[in-house]
């Protein structure tokens, strides 16, 4: 396998043994910007073909071309933007600098340890903004093929809601189509469809039911679901469910203060060196 250098150079021969440029490292030239040998050796891929290599090499060179031709036209032809696009650029990279000052203070700075008693309060006092878009619910369910061995073993445990007799619903998993007892976190609704797409079977209306049995047989098998709690749109969500929300709103409420102290601390600063002065 001969080496990337060795293609480059061989392409430079057949695309340029004619030029009479003035930087022999250089292996193509718009006006007076130069693409050299070493910039086509960093993008080379490594393992490539020597025919390939070339056929890359023309391409890039030609993309390469055609993008400093558009810049070029775009500079004559659009002088009077020019100052604006100038601008512009400088004040992206102004605000780029910014945030990455600030960013890297945040980083170092920023406490970001949440007690439960800062949870507590912060959600005491906004609960209105914690209005529900969607239902939650709160339930368990189970489904099983028409041709289990024991179902009204499985509906028996499963309905006795026990420790015991989950753990022996979860040695069983096997023989069952999908099954689910964790009925002590709050989802969504729209999740619970996406997770069981049966249970659409069942009216809306009907699923969203606090203390409600649900237990319905299809083609391939039975599915039993028990609704323990449920929340209606524009209910206030418990904080459990709201924490993560709740904790996201500290840390921005604290990243503001924050990067405003730090404001704050550089222009004294700067006014006690004489570094900022107003006339």
């Not at 780029?96 to 340890?113: H, R």
């Amino acid at each position: 396998m001969y080496s990337r250098y060795f293609y480059i150079i061989i392409f430079t021969l057949l695309v340029s043994c004619n030029s009479k440029n003035e930087d022999k490292n250089a292996i193509a030239k718009v006006y007076d910007t130069f693409l050299y040998k070493e910039d086509m050796a960093e993008i080379l891929p490594k393992k490539i073909s020597k025919e390939d290599s070339v056929i890359f090499v023309k391409n890039y060179i030609n993309k390469w071309a055609r993008e400093q031709l558009l810049i070029q036209k775009a500079k004559i032809n659009l002088q009077e933007e020019k100052e604006q696009i100038t601008t512009l650029v400088k004040q992206y990279e102004q605000d780029l600098l910014i945030n990455k000052y600030k960013e890297a203070v945040v980083s170092q700075e920023l406490d970001t340890v949440i007690s439960m008693v800062e949870i507590e309060k912060y959600y005491t006092e906004n609960k209105e903004i914690f209005k529900l878009n969607e239902a939650l619910v709160k339930f368990r369910y189970i489904y099983f093929g028409n041709d289990i061995l024991n179902p009204r073993e499985i509906i028996s445990l499963f309905k006795d809601d026990k420790q015991a007799s989950n753990q022996e619903l979860i040695k069983q998993e096997l023989q069952l189509k999908s099954l689910s007892l964790n009925d002590s976190i709050w989802i969504k609704y729209d999740d619970v469809i996406r997770a069981a797409p049966y249970l659409k079977a069942i009216n809306k209306k009907t699923f969203l039911q606090k203390k409600k049995s649900i237990q319905k047989k299809d083609s391939l098998g039975v599915y039993i679901v028990k609704i323990k709690d449920v929340l209606l749109r524009n209910e206030i969500a418990p904080m459990s469910y709201a924490l993560p929300t709740i904790k996201q709103l500290i840390l921005h409420k604290r990243k503001l203060k924050l990067l405003n102290k730090i404001e704050e601390i550089i222009i004294e600063d700067a006014i006690k060196n004489k570094e900022f002065q107003i006339y």
